[in-house]
């Protein structure tokens, strides 16, 4: 966090960006700029959250970068509709981010096999059961007096073409 915090002060970027979600509005935005207006539709921003919350669902991206994560995502949904145009927008963004061609490759492929796991039929079918959670004593007594519902997991919206 601290070194993505010093990247975005060199380049002159003043903005807050801690999260994965405040990292993909930041570069939704200023790939949305490089588009021409006729091509801003071309990516919905709504999907992107969604698969940001998809990806949240699993415990291995909580060890991602949150810009890394991001961009991930961004960059995927950008070859996903074959935007050769944002190709640049992508690379620029990675470069300013000082984040490693190998790390992106390595998070867009965990993105990629994610994104095709909860969207297959498998995923999709709630199971029954309930959830049991194993907390300590300690947290148990913390959350004795505590109800918190889990609710369904997004759906990932479809491009209308």
């Not at 690379?91 to 965990?110: A, M, P, V, Y």
């Amino acid at each position: 966090m601290r070194m993505e915090k010093i990247v975005l002060e060199k380049v002159c970027w003043k903005v807050k960006a801690t999260t994965a979600f405040q990292f993909l509005q930041l570069y939704y935005s200023l790939i949305q700029e490089n588009l021409p207006f006729e091509r801003r539709n071309s990516l919905n921003f709504e999907r992107l959250e969604a698969q940001l919350k998809a990806c949240h669902c699993r415990i291995i991206f909580s060890k991602a970068k949150p810009s890394v994560l991001a961009l991930s995502i961004l960059a995927l949904e950008i070859q996903a509709q074959k935007c050769v145009e944002l190709t640049e927008g992508v690379e620029c963004l990675q470069k300013h981010s000082k984040i490693n061609g190998r790390d992106l490759t390595f998070w867009q492929e965990l993105v990629s096999k994610c994104l095709t796991e909860y969207s297959s039929n498998k995923c999709s079918k709630p199971n029954v059961q309930k959830l049991k959670w194993i907390v300590s004593g300690r947290t148990a007594r913390q959350l004795k007096h505590s109800y918190y519902r889990i609710s369904h997991l997004p759906t990932i919206p479809e491009m209308v073409p």
